[in-house]
């Protein structure tokens, strides 16, 4: 079992930029797949970008590509979302995922391990 922990999230104008942190426990953090999902007020989590054990591969929603990116450094047992171009519809609580099965999913049902969220805000 791994603990994920979320940190970065705050209130901000739109376009502004965020980066969120999810820093993993354990010394065993590069086995496991890392997503990114959030989930906005009245409506269901949604899946926003993924990255593979290694780093080499990623993917994005649609909605947030080219705005979005997702990063990793095994080094530091940590995982990034680099949140650029702030809107107000990216406002929701954001989670991080592992996935032990390396599925490079972008469904959380294929996730194993979530963190407890951190809430992003968007003002217009």
């Known amino acids: 079992q791994v603990q994920l922990v979320e940190s970065g999230g705050g209130l901000v104008q739109a376009g502004d930029s965020l980066r969120l942190s999810c820093a993993a426990s354990g010394r065993t953090f590069d086995i496991y797949d890392m997503g990114w999902f959030r989930q906005a007020p009245g409506k269901e989590r949604e899946f926003v970008a993924a990255?593979?054990?290694?780093?080499?591969?990623?993917k994005q929603a649609d909605s947030v590509k080219g705005r979005f990116t997702i990063s990793r450094d095994n080094s530091k047992n940590t995982a990034y979302l680099q949140m650029n171009s702030l809107k107000p519809e990216d406002t929701a609580v954001y989670y991080c995922?592992?996935?032990?099965?390396?599925?490079?999913?972008?469904?959380?049902?294929?996730?194993?391990?979530w963190g407890q969220g951190t809430q992003v805000t968007v003002s217009s």
């Open positions: 990255i593979s054990r290694s780093g080499v591969a990623r």
């Open positions: 995922a592992a996935d032990l099965h390396n599925y490079f999913s972008n469904y959380e049902r294929s996730y194993d391990y």
